[in-house]
């Protein structure tokens, strides 16, 4: 078990009345930072996205944004996968002030052993209200009809 899994299930960040919690999980995310341990902050992310924790995802966003904005940041560029589906969209989309007007759009095309496209994505990049970090929605579509949709959340350094 993790610390970030240890932590998750001894702690109640469904209030923002818990204070404490919310300092722990500061706290938390710091030391994530500075070990470097990616998967880690991801899970922490995906578990509050998944669990509707305005309070607890604001926070984390708003410690990941102050380190990816310093000059000597200690985080490289990372992706954190949120799956096909954000139960609370409207709520995640809040917190993060998504702006719905493209940033970047573009086509990546998925070819099959015959060199014949199988199938293509729809990537759309968001600018959010934190300079630094970026919503993308990618939306698959192929021979089969197995469309589907992958949401992730992408954190990228200040370049100075």
Same mark, same amino acid.
């Given at each position: 078990?993790?610390? +970030? ?5 001894? *702690?109640? @960040? ?6 404490? +919690?919310?300092?722990?999980?500061? +706290?938390?995310? #710091? !030391?994530? $930072?500075?070990? &470097? ?8 992310? #995906?578990?509050?996205?998944? *669990? ?11 410690? @990941?944004?102050? !380190?990816?904005? &310093?000059?000597?940041?200690? @985080? ?18 809040? =917190?993060?002030?998504?702006?719905? *007007?493209?940033?970047?759009?573009? =086509?990546? &095309?998925?070819?099959? #052993?015959?060199? !014949? ?6 990537? =759309? $990049? ?5 300079? *630094? $970090?970026? @919503? ?15 949401? &992730? ?8």
């Amino acid at each position: 078990m993790t610390n +970030s899994d240890f932590f998750l299930q001894n *702690n109640s @960040l469904s209030t923002e009345e818990d204070i404490d +919690s919310l300092l722990d999980l500061a +706290s938390l995310t #710091r !030391e994530l $930072i500075n070990a &470097k341990l990616y998967e880690d902050i991801n899970h922490i992310i #995906r578990y509050i996205v998944q *669990n509707n924790f305005t309070e607890a995802l604001s926070w984390v966003i708003s410690i @990941l944004q102050e !380190e990816l904005e &310093k000059e000597h940041c200690t @985080l490289e560029s990372f992706d954190c996968t949120l799956g096909g589906h954000i139960t609370h969209y409207d709520d995640f989309t809040q =917190i993060l002030q998504i702006d719905f *007007n493209p940033l970047k759009n573009h =086509i990546e &095309k998925v070819y099959d #052993r015959d060199g !014949e496209v199988s199938a293509f994505f729809n990537v =759309i $990049i968001y600018k959010t209200g934190y300079e *630094n $970090i970026y @919503l993308v929605s990618s939306e698959n579509f192929d021979t089969r009809d197995n469309d589907y949709i992958q949401y &992730k959340l992408s954190f990228v350094p200040k370049m100075f």
